[in-house]
């Protein structure tokens, strides 16, 4: 095989991180085995996006929050190695703790500055129940908080869409409502393929950018309209 010109190209790390609610409510009508369903059945699919691009190392982690927060995946993990092991619940919504120890992780070091910008998703039921602003602005305070692509997926009515916009930091990019199991798979399904595509495909973020915005958002799954004959949540 011909070497490139000036050598291979480096590898770039790109941290992906699920924040995951796990509170009480999450248990109610199968919202918490819907989740776990939606993030197994998405695997394959993160694998094959980064196989199309070998110039960026995809790692996965996990953490979770209810009463306090706690890594579920805790080492960035290559995608090809990820397993998802089924969260559980219990507790209230202590997102502000969880951001914290996002922003804990996204420091230099751990993170390296090399790094693509990290793909943050948040999905949640409920309101914050601890001081979610301070643990918003503890996240904003490291320089791969404010670059990370940051998505929020809202899971049924009663979830605090203002909160999760204000995660999100931008007004053009709106959390994704998921009302349903299918909804919800749609949702995840887009922001493992699509956005991690974008993400780790760093030629292409010269053209389509939106301003305030590090890489290029793709066009979100279309969403039910509100009180869908298939909203269960």
């Known amino acids: 095989m011909a070497k490139r010109p ?8 790109l941290h992906f991180i699920w924040i995951a609610d796990c509170s009480g409510s999450m248990s109610i009508d199968g919202k918490i085995q819907a989740l776990n369903t939606a993030i197994r059945e998405a695997l394959p699919h993160m694998r094959t996006v ?17 009463s306090g927060a706690q890594w579920h995946v805790s080492q960035p993990t290559p995608v090809v190695d990820f397993k998802w092991a089924d969260l559980q619940t219990e507790g209230v919504t202590d997102l502000g703790r969880a951001l914290a120890m996002v922003a804990e992780q996204l420091r230099i070091p751990p993170m390296s500055d090399r ?18 602003h301070k643990g918003l602005q503890t996240l904003m305070n490291e320089p791969w908080g404010k670059k990370a692509v940051r998505i929020a997926i809202a899971i049924g009515e009663d979830a605090d869409t203002e909160v999760l916009q ?8 709106k959390p994704l409502q998921a009302n349903s199991p299918e909804a919800l798979v749609r949702s995840i399904k887009w922001v493992s393929t699509a956005v991690l595509k974008s993400a780790s495909s760093p030629a292409s973020q010269a053209a389509g950018m939106t301003p305030g915005l590090n ?19």
């Not at 691009?53 to 929050?65: C, G, H, I, T």
């Not at 948040?122 to 601890?130: E, Q, R, Y």
């Not at 204000?166 to 990019?173: A, D, M, R, V």
């Open 6 to 13: 000036g050598g291979e190209l480096a590898t770039r790390p």
């Open 115 to 132: 790094a693509l910008p990290p793909v943050l998703v948040l999905i949640s039921d409920g309101c914050p129940t601890d001081d979610f």
């Open 215 to 233: 890489v290029p958002i793709p066009t979100p799954p279309s969403a039910a309209g509100p009180n869908s004959a298939d909203d269960v949540w």
């Open 50 to 66: 980064a196989d199309e691009n070998p110039n960026a190392e995809v790692l996965v982690r996990a953490l979770k929050f209810s």
């Open 166 to 173: 204000k995660f999100i930091g931008h007004p053009e990019l």
